[in-house]
Each structure stands twice: as C-alpha cells, then as structure tokens.
C-alpha cells in the first residue's frame, strides 16, 4: 500500500517507438519569413469562418435586414418612392455592413488574449506583428462576404448601379481599405478591454451612433443645423458619398481623397498602438 | 565547461510588480542543460510570473537572467527561437482543430507546408490523439488537450521547455502518459522547467526543486534533500471501530512519536519517513488487537513542505493583479 506511484504504464511497443521517433531532435528550420507569417494566421482566420460559417450570419444579417426594412417601410416617405429610396439607401448600407464587420477584430483578439493563445504566439520566433496583421488579412474575406452580401441583395431588388460593375468594385474596395484602418482602432479596444463582450458592446456604442448619424439613411439637409454640420463631417458620411460616387460613375476626387487620408491618419495612429500593446502586454 | 554551456537559466534578482504587489519579489535560478527543474509552489506564489518573464513575455522589473546564453530582455527574439511553452502559459486555440494547431505553428516556425503536414501526422499518431485530428479542440477532453498542447509546444524541437502544471486536474491515466512524454523529452535532450503544485510530480520528474513561495524562492535542493528537511512523510492509518482510536494512538505514540488525530474519528497519522518502520508500527496495532481499515505511506504534501519551511499553510494568496494575468493567461 505505497502511496508512492512507481509503476509506469505499460505502452505497446509500437506506440513507444512512435514517441521516441516523434520526440528525436529534428533540425530547426530556417525563421519563417513577415510575409509567410502574416499569410498563415490570414489562413488561421479563414479556417475559423470555415469551422463556424454561422458568426457571417452576424454580420449579413443585419445589414439585409436594414436594406428591407428601411427601403419598404420608410422608402416611399423619405424618397418618394421605394425604387429611388434603393439606389440612395444600398452603397450606405454596404458602408455600414462593412464597417460594422471591423468590430469583430477587435472581438476576435480579445478572445485569443482571455483564451491565451496570444502568449503562445508571442513566444514564437516570428515577425511580432505577423499575428495582427495575418488577422486583418483574414478579416478582408469576412467584409468581401459581407459586401457582397448587400450588393447582390441590391441588384435582386432592381439596384442598377450607373458606373455598372465596375463602379461596384471600385466603391467596394474603398470601403474595405477604409474598413483595414478601422479595424486597427477595434484591435487596440481589444487590447485595452478584459473580456471579448465587453469589446462587441463598446465598439458598437462607437459604431452605431456614428453610422446613423451620417448621411447613410437620411440627406443632411433634412436635419436640424448643428446636427447636419456633424453629419457633413462625419468620415462615414465621406466614405458614403465617395461609394455612391464611384457606384454612379460620379465621384470626386476630394472625397476619395478624404477617405483615403483618413484611413491613413487612423492606420498611423492604431496600429503603431496595437502593435505596442501587443508587444508589452502582461 | 563554462557557465553558459553548463546553465540552460540564470537568473539572478528578478522583480516583478503589479501595482502595489511584488508578485516575484528577487527571484534567483540557477537550472543545468538537460535536466529537469521543477518550481514548487502554491497559486499566487510567483510561479508564473517568474516562467512569464525567463520566456519573454513580461519584461522583469530588476534584475537579470540569461536562457541559453541570451539575455531575456535584449536579446529575448534569440531566446524565443530556443524555448517553448505549454499549459496556462499559452494555450492552444480552441476553435482549431488539434491537426490545424500543430500545422499552424509548424509554419509559423518555418517549416514548409509538406514538412508542417507530415510533422502534424506524426506528433499526432505519437500522442495518440490522430483519432481525434480532424476534430475541433474545445471538444477534446483534458487529457487529450494536455497531449495536444505539448504536441504543440515539441513541433520544432526547443532546447528549454516551460512546463506549467501539465497534469492538474487530470486522471491518473492520463497523468501517467504526460510524466512518459516528459521523460522521453528529457532523455532527447531537451531541458524542462516544471511548473507545479505537487511535491510528488517534482518528486517523480525533477533533478532539482526551489520552492517558491511569495515570489521568494525558500527552499531549493533535489527532491531527496527536500523531503528531509521536511522530516519525511506520514503513516495514515483508518480504523474499523473508532472506539479504539485511544488504543491506536497509545501504540503509534510509542512505535512512532508524534501522532495526530485527524478530524476523522476513525483516523489518525503519525510522521513517519521510513517503510519498515512503518510496517512494524502496523504490525504492533494488529497485535494488540487494533481493526485496521487501511493505512498508507505518505509523502509530506506541498502543504505540509510548506508547513515546516514557512511556518504557514499553503493557503491560496492570490494577489488581485496576478489572477488577472493568470486568468488572460489561461
């Protein structure tokens, strides 16, 4: 009746060699490169929407239920007609929708930090930001989704977009470059928050107010003064009116630019930020 | 030989503060290339924050150590090519399956897709979780998690491998089978620093052994010296009727000294450190007529290592700063 544990299980034979053969020194490979260690947790992010398709359901969802929602309830009021309400209410939802899908990079981070795979990855020999931006990478399949969710759903209901499918891919892609400098102030909020609600509830909190009051809906120059000023300078309202720019065939060029500009102000704060949170986080 | 071939970790001093508390509070290792150190101590008592540190992941307030030969603070991306981690210290994720974990860091750490592949293949028929390759990790039990997660940790092979308490909460079974893969680690060569709460896991694995307590090492040596100066183990003894407790304890009393009621009423323990005089001190009770429902031999418990080297009981003094680490960590 000794207390002391000294028999060791008894393995088969096959499955010890197994071990020692699994457990014998292999040669340390040469470090993976920046690039091959951003596309593989690009690939880690794909594999997560593969593995659990239903989190895009958040993320369409909504939005789809919005374009219907506003188009035929309120279409005929605001616009007039449902049909006119459809081409001014589809480019601002594709904003939205996208822009609402940032939110969950910041979600998904924070989860990793609670669950505690960020330290295994921050113990690895690889490029630091690698996992950071190897996640956005990932995020850029969830906001096409999301994107062409809205279109198609447009088209279907008779959005006949004037500079055709090109004007579509253009105002597309501006949202989603503008949607990668977001995404970078959600990761920080994901940083700086205990728990991965807790991100989804603040972000939201910024997001949702910031989407309605901008010209997304409704025109400015219906609202009151001080709120129609906010509005006109509103980034999202920028961002929306280039889209129904480039979706119409036209766009000017200063609110392009303005986009454009104020992703890379946001990329040029957020992501140096991330980064160092990522880094020194205890 | 010099110090840095011979030492895989040195440290000397390490101070780590979370507000107003000193979590590790000068922290000294000295751990040899190929054995296998075990850290002992309670929760909260600086332990993972002092692994936390020697990994890179938490920049020490004072003080210094080497890993390998690289220091942890200027030259912690040489030290991060050498180690790996396991358990509460980086976990593995949950929403993979256990196949696309080993994959995922086989190409983080370099390797080609083919080599990622096949390395995976190999690690899993290894430790026996290819049944469950395909399937998503949140769904392994804890056993098999464990396997996966120093699967994971051995993808390229490191030559220093923090181990945190690989076997809490798991069967004896499955504690068995990690305790193999540990010694199969050690004879390839790879040094360990393990991590745990139990005297009997550092007894079973370890060289060499620092309590930790406070975020002070108070006690270091290998596990023999330890259990020494602790003076030894216990003979537990439960009797069938406990009407003859009295006459238990008269005849322990004289075979063995100090003897200790237990709240049990038909229980009693009396420290012992030796098996034949164990043995005797049982066959005595049964000859004076004593029903013994069972008894064993014990080794000192961490709490009562803890007991004789502190004065105190290991209670579970988590500092508030350090659960939210130990929690973001877990």
């Known amino acids: 009746m000794s207390a002391t544990p000294t028999s060791r299980p008894v393995s088969a034979p096959a499955a010890e060699a197994a071990l020692r053969k699994a457990l014998a020194s292999t040669p340390r490979p040469p470090r993976a490169s920046a690039l091959s260690a951003a596309l593989t947790f690009g690939w880690r992010g794909m594999l997560k929407v593969k593995h659990v398709p239903e989190q895009l359901l958040d993320v369409t969802i909504t939005p789809v239920m919005f374009v219907l929602m506003f188009t035929y309830l309120f279409g005929g009021a605001i616009a007039g007609s449902t049909g006119e309400y459809l081409d001014y209410i589809?480019?601002?939802?594709?904003?939205?929708?996208?822009l609402f899908t940032t939110v969950y990079s910041g979600v998904a981070l924070n989860t990793d930090v609670t669950k505690g795979v960020v330290d295994?990855?921050?113990?690895?020999p690889t490029w630091r930001p690698a996992p950071l931006v190897g996640a956005l990478l990932g995020d850029s399949v969830r906001y096409l989704v999301a994107g062409t969710v809205i279109t198609v759903l447009g088209l279907a209901l008779g959005f006949r977009p004037g500079a055709g499918a090109l004007g579509v891919v253009a105002a597309m892609a501006l949202v989603i470059v503008f949607a990668f400098s977001l995404s970078w102030v959600f990761t920080t909020l994901g940083l700086l928050m205990r728990a991965p609600n807790a991100v989804m509830n603040a972000g939201f909190m910024g997001i949702f107010p910031l989407t309605f009051l901008s010209n997304v809906f409704v025109e400015p120059t219906t609202l009151p003064g001080p709120l129609e000023a906010f509005v006109n300078v509103n980034p999202i309202s920028i961002l929306t009116d280039a889209s129904r720019g480039l979706m119409e065939g036209n766009a000017a060029g200063?609110?392009?630019?303005?986009?454009?500009?104020?992703?890379?102000?946001?990329?040029?704060?957020?992501?140096?930020l991330t980064t160092h949170l990522y880094r020194t986080r205890s | 030989m010099n110090a840095q071939a011979q030492f895989a970790i040195e440290a000397t001093g390490l101070v780590k503060s979370f507000g107003e508390t000193r979590a590790v509070d000068g922290v000294d290792l000295a751990v040899r290339r190929g054995s296998v150190y075990g850290v002992l101590g309670p929760n909260g008592a600086g332990k993972t924050t002092t692994v936390r540190m020697l990994a890179t992941l938490l920049r020490p307030d004072a003080g210094s150590a080497r890993v390998l030969g690289h220091d942890i603070v200027d030259d912690a991306d040489a030290v991060r090519g050498l180690v790996s981690l396991t358990g509460q210290l980086a976990s593995v994720d949950e929403d993979l399956t256990g196949r696309e974990n080993l994959i995922l860091l086989g190409r983080l750490l370099g390797l080609?897709?083919?080599?990622?592949?096949?390395?995976a293949a190999e690690l899993l028929e290894a430790f026996g979780i290819a049944d469950a390759a395909g399937r998503l990790v949140k769904h392994y039990s804890g056993g098999m998690r464990r396997r996966l997660d120093i699967a994971a940790s051995i993808v390229v092979t490191p030559e220093l491998m923090f181990l945190d308490e690989p076997t809490t909460g798991l069967?004896?079974?499955?504690?068995?089978q990690v305790w193999d893969i540990v010694r199969a680690l050690v004879e390839g060569g790879t040094t360990i620093l393990l991590c745990t709460q139990y005297l009997d896991e550092a007894d079973q694995l370890a060289d060499g052994i620092a309590v930790i307590d406070r975020g002070k090492v108070i006690a270091e040596g290998t596990p023999a010296q330890l259990k020494a100066s602790v003076g030894s183990g216990a003979l537990h003894v439960r009797l069938l009727e406990p009407d003859q407790r009295a006459e238990a304890e008269r005849v322990l009393t004289e075979e063995l000294g100090a003897v200790h009621l237990e709240p049990d009423p038909a229980a009693l323990s009396a420290s012992c450190a030796d098996a034949d005089r164990a043995a005797e001190a049982v066959a005595a009770l049964a000859r004076s007529g004593v029903a013994i429902a069972n008894f064993s031999l014990g080794q000192p418990s961490l709490d009562e290592v803890f007991l004789a080297l502190t004065g105190h009981p290991a209670e579970e003094q988590v500092p508030e700063?350090?659960?939210a680490t130990e929690e973001q960590a877990a």
Do not use: H, Q
Not at chain 1, 90 to 98: C, F, H, Q, T
Not at chain 1, 254 to 272: G, H, K, S
Not at chain 2, 112 to 119: L, V
């Open chain 2, 112 to 119: 080609r897709r083919a080599a990622a592949k096949s390395r």
């Open chain 2, 171 to 176: 069967d004896p079974r499955s504690r068995n």
């Open chain 1, 254 to 272: 200063t609110d392009v630019a303005i986009v454009l500009a104020t992703a890379a102000a946001l990329t040029a704060v957020f992501a140096p």
């Open chain 1, 120 to 124: 295994r990855f921050r113990s690895l």
């Open chain 2, 321 to 323: 700063d350090e659960i």
């Open chain 1, 90 to 98: 589809l480019p601002g939802v594709l904003v939205m929708s996208v």
